[in-house]
């Protein structure tokens, strides 16, 4: 893609290449992304520790009998709350089949994820891209994204979704490696200031 792309190997000559991110598929993952909607990473990895070591392991069974008081102590919101029971009870009665998502589309994964309250675009996309390893997915709705797109592009404002979006159309059939190191390039940034 670097070799393609000068936008990316200058984000890689600055940045180095990016760590991997997975998850294992299923709802611990689901749960983690949904804890890291519009927090920064440091908070949400905290959140998620603290509620990982209270559970000894997070299911979907622990988070359906867990009340709310304990999962607010563990550091959720009241919305994150919701959203962690809504999605927990949909895997425990069988109306949400993580394990079934592998083997369908991009398109049917995120249409079927965001039935759900509490699961958006980003939501569906980042757990296609880091718990189904889909390659070629990119959240155009991220800030981060965009931010770094303005930078590397020297835009004077940064692209709304459907600007990054046809940005990112030439990063294709890898645009998930492309966000990830457009992710990284963000935190460089925030380093330098």
């Given at each position: 893609m670097a070799r393609k792309d000068p936008i990316l190997a200058r984000a890689i000559d600055l940045t180095g290449i990016p760590e991997p991110r997975k998850y294992v598929s299923g709802y611990a993952a689901l749960l983690r992304i949904i804890i890291s909607q519009q927090v920064s990473n440091s908070a949400g990895a905290a959140i998620w520790k603290k509620l990982d070591d209270h559970a000894r392991g997070v299911t979907a069974d622990k988070i359906c009998r867990?009340?709310?008081?304990?999962?607010?102590?563990?550091?959720?919101?009241?919305?994150?709350?919701?959203?962690?029971?809504?999605?927990?009870?949909?895997?425990?009665?069988?109306?949400?089949?993580?394990?079934?998502?592998?083997?369908?589309?991009?398109?049917?994964?995120?249409?079927?994820?965001?039935?759900?309250?509490?699961?958006?675009?980003?939501?569906?996309?980042?757990?296609?891209?880091?718990?189904?390893?889909?390659?070629?997915?990119?959240?155009?709705?991220?800030?981060?994204?965009?931010?770094?797109?303005?930078?590397?592009?020297?835009?004077?404002?940064?692209?709304?979704?459907?600007e990054l979006a046809t940005i990112a159309e030439r990063w294709r059939p890898y645009r998930s490696a492309a966000a990830t190191l457009l992710w990284q390039y963000y935190k460089y940034l925030s380093q330098m200031g």
């Open positions: 867990f009340n709310d008081k304990t999962l607010r102590k563990c550091g959720l919101s009241r919305s994150k709350v919701k959203y962690a029971k809504i999605t927990a009870n949909a895997v425990c009665k069988g109306e949400l089949d993580l394990k079934q998502l592998e083997s369908l589309s991009d398109e049917l994964v995120r249409s079927k994820l965001i039935s759900y309250k509490g699961i958006g675009p980003w939501t569906a996309e980042v757990y296609l891209m880091f718990a189904l390893k889909r390659p070629d997915v990119f959240p155009s709705g991220d800030l981060a994204l965009a931010i770094s797109v303005k930078d590397l592009l020297h835009l004077d404002v940064k692209p709304n979704p459907n």
